[in-house]
């Protein structure tokens, strides 16, 4: 009997360690769980960034730094627009074995990215005063050094793209990371120097400015390979709904702690900027997975192979990952608020769960919207859009309480996730064929 017993143990020991050596061996979960680490860290030092600046400047001049750092929200939907379309470009260029169009990619995007930046940064320190006015400032100089950094805030993605398509996910995620790195080093730097904001300020521009030149850097070797012009049409053609595509989902998982703010007295309002804060640890947690998915299936679908078990091991490395968080708060969510913030936001805990399990829902259906993108499949955009739509509208019908609200969202949530999933089963029957 303990013979047979041991045996049994034996026998699953022995499926546990083959269970993992195939996931130490699988492309999907390395090259994911090396985008998760890095895009961690980063995160890590962005918060180590906002914390020192608070903790070395006054509060006026906090508040100044802060209202500026909002608008960087804005340029972060044509960041992902260049991102995610050089990347699904340089994937297809990979799969064709075509380094010379890539090239061509690579430089005809830097040069867009790099004129659209310097206007983006020209037009605003043109409208500087008014922008200063608006936001309450003595000084529209401190518009016009923050703007400064939107030269190069569409360039770095384009680099990133590339070394995105390439599956080059080390120096990707590496070079991100860094990108956190120098933005606390150069703070903390120039505000101990006397600098103050404008200290603050242009640590974002020497920080993109130092990651922008160590990129350039990194793809050296694919200047080297000459260059074969292809039809940019469709590049703007796919750039578009991507574009929609991301501003919707932007607004999909950001505009609620705006109209909160609006709706509710400003006691709640800051409870459930808080039950946001900690359910969109839920979202951004598994974010890594997307960017290694992506040029995969993209590459796959370009050589007529199925990418769809890789999306299902996204799915699923997702669902695992972010699940686990959405589980702590289904268990303990008074005793993680407890320790977190003591008594401070008495109203957060009752609705930990279900916002987070609305963001467990809005991960998943940015899984499906990559995917779908990742396939050319461009008329996802407007799913997100009706399902945008309709957190709007419930929005504006229901918003007289905190449970209301997560109400809406976890609805709208599920609704995306629903939208989401009717593409699938014709997309993976259009990458069979």
Known sequence: MITSISAEKKRLLNSLTLA??????????????????????????????NFSMAYLLTPVQYGTLASLLSLLGIMGVFSRVFITSVTKFTSKFKAQHDQARMNYLWSYSLKQALLLGTTFFLVTALISPLISRFLNMDNFWYVIVFALTFTLILALPVNWGVLGGLQRFFALGSSNTLLAVLKVLFGIGLVYLGLHIYGGLLSLFLAHLAVFITTLVLL???????????????????????FLAVLCFATLTNLDVTL?????????????????LLGKIVFFLPGGIVIAMFPKTSELFESRVSPAPVMIKAVLFTLISAGFVVAIYGLFPDALVAFLFKDKYPLVAPH????GLAMLFLTLANVLMSYFLSLNQTKVAWAVTIAVTVQLALMFAFHDSIEQIVNVVLVSAAFGLVLMSLFLFRSTKRCSQ
């Open 220 to 242: 050296r070797g694919l200047s080297r390979a000459g260059k074969k012009e292809f039809e940019v049409h469709s590049l703007h053609a796919y750039a578009w709904p991507v």
């Open 260 to 276: 909160a703010k609006h709706f509710l007295s400003p006691y709640d309002a800051g409870n459930y900027a808080t039950v946001s």
């Open 20 to 49: 993992v050596d195939r996931l130490k061996t699988d492309d999907m979960v390395r090259h994911g769980s090396i985008m998760i680490v890095f895009s961690l860290a980063a995160s890590l030092f962005n918060y180590l960034y």
């Open 352 to 355: 930990l769960f279900r916002y």
